[in-house]
């Protein structure tokens, strides 16, 4: 089994940055060919922020782009989420999501949560 854990999350003003890490137990280049943080606010559904393929492709929420920038450390079995230039409409609980290779089983963390307000 493979846990994914987060961190970094916190109460930041507006125009503040925050990293987020998720550390996972097993390799994440080995194990996963996706891995994504994805938010959930206060009566919203959850979504998709930012992922990175195995390969090392890179997407992002039209809302993210320009300001977040999410990141691997394979050494580390690290994603990381930079957030910058954050709004208080980023307020949100945030995970880390990985897709396994072959069954495409989904991990998903604990979440972190994220308090953009002044």
């Known amino acids: 089994q493979v846990q994914l854990v987060e961190s970094g999350g916190g109460l930041v003003q507006p125009g503040g940055s925050l990293r987020l890490s998720c550390v996972a137990t097993?390799?994440?280049?080995?194990?996963?060919?996706?891995v994504g943080w994805y938010r959930q606010a206060p009566g919203k559904q959850r979504e998709l922020v930012a992922r990175?393929?195995?390969?090392?492709?890179?997407n992002y929420a039209d809302s993210v782009k320009g300001r977040f920038t999410i990141s691997r450390d394979n050494a580390e079995n690290t994603v990381y989420l930079q957030m910058n230039s954050l709004k208080p409409d980023d307020t949100a609980v945030y995970y880390c999501?990985?897709?396994?290779?072959?069954?495409?089983?989904?991990?998903w963390g604990q979440g972190t949560q994220v308090t953009v307000s002044s």
């Open positions: 999501n990985g897709v396994r290779f072959g069954n495409n089983d989904n991990d």
């Open positions: 990175i393929i195995n390969s090392g492709i890179t």
């Open positions: 097993r390799s994440i280049f080995s194990w996963y060919a996706v």
